[in-house]
Protein backbone atom coordinates (compact mmCIF):
# COMPACT_ATOMS: atom_id res chain seq x y z
CA UNK A 1 0.00 0.00 0.00
CA UNK A 2 0.97 3.51 -0.64
CA UNK A 3 1.13 6.30 1.39
CA UNK A 4 -0.38 9.30 1.14
CA UNK A 5 -1.92 13.19 2.11
CA UNK A 6 -5.51 12.81 3.76
CA UNK A 7 -7.99 15.68 3.95
CA UNK A 8 -8.94 16.26 7.33
CA UNK A 9 -12.18 18.27 7.16
CA UNK A 10 -11.87 21.70 9.79
CA UNK A 11 -14.68 23.61 10.74
CA UNK A 12 -13.98 27.19 11.72
CA UNK A 13 -16.37 29.86 12.80
CA UNK A 14 -15.59 33.31 14.85
CA UNK A 15 -15.04 31.01 18.03
CA UNK A 16 -11.80 29.13 16.06
CA UNK A 17 -11.74 26.14 14.61
CA UNK A 18 -11.86 22.39 15.18
CA UNK A 19 -10.54 19.27 12.88
CA UNK A 20 -12.44 15.90 12.96
CA UNK A 21 -10.71 12.61 12.42
CA UNK A 22 -13.53 9.79 11.99
CA UNK A 23 -11.78 6.93 11.60
CA UNK A 24 -13.79 4.89 9.54
CA UNK A 25 -14.68 7.40 7.18
CA UNK A 26 -10.90 8.57 6.61
CA UNK A 27 -9.02 6.03 7.37
CA UNK A 28 -8.07 2.15 6.12
CA UNK A 29 -8.12 1.44 9.79
CA UNK A 30 -9.36 1.38 12.99
CA UNK A 31 -7.59 3.64 15.46
CA UNK A 32 -6.50 1.50 18.62
CA UNK A 33 -3.84 4.53 20.20
CA UNK A 34 -3.07 8.08 19.98
CA UNK A 35 -0.24 9.38 20.92
CA UNK A 36 1.39 12.74 20.44
CA UNK A 37 5.09 14.49 19.72
CA UNK A 38 6.19 18.10 21.51
CA UNK A 39 8.60 20.22 22.91
CA UNK A 40 11.69 18.98 20.27
CA UNK A 41 14.56 20.77 20.19
CA UNK A 42 15.58 22.70 16.94
CA UNK A 43 17.39 20.61 14.44
CA UNK A 44 16.52 17.24 15.81
CA UNK A 45 15.29 14.00 13.61
CA UNK A 46 12.63 11.62 15.20
CA UNK A 47 11.96 8.24 13.58
CA UNK A 48 14.48 6.37 11.99
CA UNK A 49 12.56 3.12 11.98
CA UNK A 50 10.10 1.47 10.17
CA UNK A 51 6.66 -0.82 11.42
CA UNK A 52 6.04 -4.05 10.41
CA UNK A 53 1.93 -3.95 10.27
CA UNK A 54 1.27 -0.50 11.77
CA UNK A 55 -0.68 2.12 9.96
CA UNK A 56 -0.21 5.71 11.11
CA UNK A 57 -1.70 9.01 10.63
CA UNK A 58 0.47 11.89 11.37
CA UNK A 59 -0.81 15.48 11.64
CA UNK A 60 1.00 18.65 12.46
CA UNK A 61 -2.02 19.95 14.63
CA UNK A 62 0.39 22.91 15.30
CA UNK A 63 3.41 24.16 13.34
CA UNK A 64 5.18 22.48 10.78
CA UNK A 65 7.30 18.68 10.12
CA UNK A 66 9.04 17.37 7.46
CA UNK A 67 8.19 13.53 6.97
CA UNK A 68 10.83 11.59 4.66
CA UNK A 69 9.70 7.71 4.03
CA UNK A 70 11.84 4.96 2.45
CA UNK A 71 10.22 2.06 1.03
CA UNK A 72 13.90 0.55 0.41
CA UNK A 73 13.67 1.22 -3.15
CA UNK A 74 12.34 5.10 -3.23
CA UNK A 75 12.19 7.80 -0.47
CA UNK A 76 9.58 10.22 -0.81
CA UNK A 77 9.31 13.46 1.00
CA UNK A 78 6.17 15.07 2.62
CA UNK A 79 5.64 18.71 4.05
CA UNK A 80 3.41 18.76 6.94
CA UNK A 81 1.93 22.38 7.41
CA UNK A 82 -1.14 22.21 8.29
CA UNK A 83 -4.00 20.46 10.56
CA UNK A 84 -6.24 20.01 7.88
CA UNK A 85 -3.79 17.66 6.10
CA UNK A 86 -2.44 14.21 7.78
CA UNK A 87 -0.40 11.22 6.29
CA UNK A 88 -0.77 7.91 6.15
CA UNK A 89 1.87 6.26 6.41
CA UNK A 90 0.98 2.03 5.86
CA UNK A 91 3.75 -0.68 7.17
CA UNK A 92 7.24 -0.97 5.29
CA UNK A 93 8.05 2.46 5.43
CA UNK A 94 11.50 3.84 7.37
CA UNK A 95 10.25 6.91 8.47
CA UNK A 96 12.84 10.16 9.28
CA UNK A 97 11.00 13.05 10.99
CA UNK A 98 13.03 16.21 10.72
CA UNK A 99 12.29 20.22 10.64
CA UNK A 100 9.93 20.40 13.42
CA UNK A 101 9.32 23.82 13.48
CA UNK A 102 9.76 25.75 16.88
CA UNK A 103 6.57 24.98 18.97
CA UNK A 104 5.07 22.26 16.98
CA UNK A 105 2.76 19.51 18.20
CA UNK A 106 2.98 16.13 15.60
CA UNK A 107 -0.31 14.22 16.73
CA UNK A 108 -0.31 10.35 15.47
CA UNK A 109 -3.63 7.68 15.09
CA UNK A 110 -2.08 4.68 15.10
CA UNK A 111 -3.85 1.03 14.65
CA UNK A 112 -2.75 -1.00 17.11
CA UNK A 113 -1.28 -0.46 20.79
CA UNK A 114 2.44 -0.04 21.37
CA UNK A 115 4.48 -3.22 20.16
CA UNK A 116 8.73 -2.64 20.11
CA UNK A 117 8.47 -6.06 18.08
CA UNK A 118 6.84 -4.63 15.34
CA UNK A 119 9.67 -1.66 15.15
CA UNK A 120 12.53 -2.48 12.79
CA UNK A 121 15.27 0.27 14.56
CA UNK A 122 18.00 -1.08 11.59
CA UNK A 123 17.91 0.17 8.40
CA UNK A 124 19.59 -2.93 6.99
CA UNK A 125 17.26 -5.06 8.58
CA UNK A 126 14.70 -3.07 7.56
CA UNK A 127 16.35 -3.52 3.18
CA UNK A 128 16.50 -7.18 4.05
CA UNK A 129 13.17 -7.13 5.61
CA UNK A 130 11.59 -5.35 2.93
CA UNK A 131 13.27 -7.08 0.05
CA UNK A 132 11.68 -10.67 1.63
CA UNK A 133 8.18 -8.78 2.15
C1 LIG B 1 6.58 6.71 14.76
C2 LIG B 1 6.92 8.14 14.97
C3 LIG B 1 6.19 9.07 14.06
C4 LIG B 1 6.02 4.00 24.15
O1 LIG B 1 6.32 3.43 25.23
N1 LIG B 1 4.73 3.97 23.72
C5 LIG B 1 4.35 4.58 22.57
O2 LIG B 1 3.16 4.54 22.21
C6 LIG B 1 5.34 5.25 21.79
C7 LIG B 1 4.96 5.92 20.48
C8 LIG B 1 6.63 5.26 22.24
N2 LIG B 1 6.95 4.64 23.40
C9 LIG B 1 8.35 4.70 23.88
C10 LIG B 1 9.35 3.94 23.04
C11 LIG B 1 10.63 4.71 23.26
O3 LIG B 1 11.27 4.23 24.43
O4 LIG B 1 8.77 6.07 23.86
C12 LIG B 1 10.14 6.15 23.51
C13 LIG B 1 10.33 7.05 22.31
O5 LIG B 1 9.78 6.40 21.16
P1 LIG B 1 10.47 6.49 19.71
O6 LIG B 1 11.93 6.58 19.86
O7 LIG B 1 9.94 5.36 18.89
O8 LIG B 1 9.90 7.90 19.21
P2 LIG B 1 9.88 8.45 17.72
O9 LIG B 1 9.38 9.85 17.82
O10 LIG B 1 11.17 8.21 17.04
O11 LIG B 1 8.78 7.57 16.97
C14 LIG B 1 7.41 7.73 17.28
C15 LIG B 1 6.73 6.36 17.26
O12 LIG B 1 7.38 5.46 18.16
C16 LIG B 1 6.75 5.75 15.88
O13 LIG B 1 5.78 4.74 15.82
O14 LIG B 1 6.28 6.31 13.65
O15 LIG B 1 6.78 8.56 16.33
Same mark, same amino acid.
Given at each position: ????????????? &?????????? &???? +??????????? *?? +????????????????????? *????????????????????? +??????? +????????????????????????????????????????????
Amino acid at each position: MQPGLVDVPVLSD &ALGSIGVVEG &AVLL +PFDVKRFYFIH *SV +PAGAARGSHAHRYLHQLVLAV *SGSVNVELDDGVTVQSFALTS +PAVGLHI +PPGYWRTLTDFAPNSVVAVLASHEYDETDYIRDYDEFLSWSRRA
